[in-house]
């Protein structure tokens, strides 16, 4: 079965600083992996996503993911944080085969001034 | 712009009176997905439809049913809401689910239940 794991469940930050979002993934083959970012009741918006091809992917809003599969990692990094990507972000995972979304806990990020 | 709307945005509703959630889709997708999502969780996945087929999730409890009349719409219904079902609720699409696309979601239904 597959299962995603984020590590930290709060990281503050502050504005201006970097911010590097850890992500682990257990799957037995290549795995569709995403990046969602949810603010404060609101749904969920897709940042980025991976599939196949160059392991450094962009999305938006200046966030970029790394999928390294020797670590079955997928770090979502942005260089410089504005205030504004203060939200919980999630990362997932799909098998090739199948419908099914497995999200993992979350990481509330939280931006000082 | 094409979009996955979920109405209401805020539910009240009575302990153990039956309540219904609506999404609908302007994408035109095969796919469309129930989640529930507690407090400081992750998203749960409870059922959803590939076209007219239904599936359900295996610890989706029998008190969370579903419809979907036509590609466009898609209804929860909770017949007897419990405390516990107190959440966000999330609809997503997807195209299909055999491809590199991503799901779309809704803004949510938060439902509170007193």
């Known amino acids: 079965a ?7 469940i709060h990281i503050t930050v502050s504005e201006g600083a970097s911010l ?10 290549t795995p569709y992996l995403f990046w969602y ?8 918006q897709l940042l980025l996503k991976y599939f ?9 809003k200046g966030f970029e993911a790394e999928f390294k599969r020797s670590q079955s990692s997928f770090n979502l990094r942005k260089p410089s944080v504005h205030w504004s990507d203060a939200a919980e972000y999630f990362c997932a995972v799909r098998g090739a085969a199948g419908n099914k ?3 993992g806990g979350g990481t509330r990020v939280l931006v000082k001034p | 712009d ?4 979920q109405n209401p945005r805020y539910q009240v509703t009575q302990f153990g009176k039956p309540v219904t959630l609506s999404c609908s889709q302007t994408l035109n997708h095969n796919v469309m997905y129930w989640y529930q999502q507690k407090s400081s969780q992750a998203p749960k996945l409870l059922f959803h439809y590939y076209d007219k087929d239904f599936n359900n999730e295996a610890d989706t409890p029998d ?3 579903s419809r979907r009349p036509n590609t466009s719409f898609c209804f929860l ?7 516990g079902d107190t959440a966000m609720y999330l609809c997503a699409t997807s195209i299909d689910g055999y491809s590199n696309q991503p799901q779309h979601f809704g803004d949510g239904t938060r439902l509170s239940i007193l």
């Open chain 1, 2 to 8: 597959q299962s995603v794991t984020q590590p930290d």
């Open chain 1, 52 to 60: 196949s091809g160059d392991t450094l992917v962009q999305g938006i």
């Open chain 1, 37 to 44: 970012v949810q603010s404060p009741g609101q749904g969920l």
């Open chain 2, 77 to 83: 219904d909770i017949r007897s809401p419990g405390l």
């Open chain 1, 101 to 103: 979304l497995t999200f």
């Open chain 1, 20 to 29: 590097e979002l850890r992500c682990n993934y257990s799957y037995g083959a």
């Open chain 2, 63 to 65: 008190n969370f049913q």
């Open chain 2, 2 to 5: 094409a979009m996955v709307i």
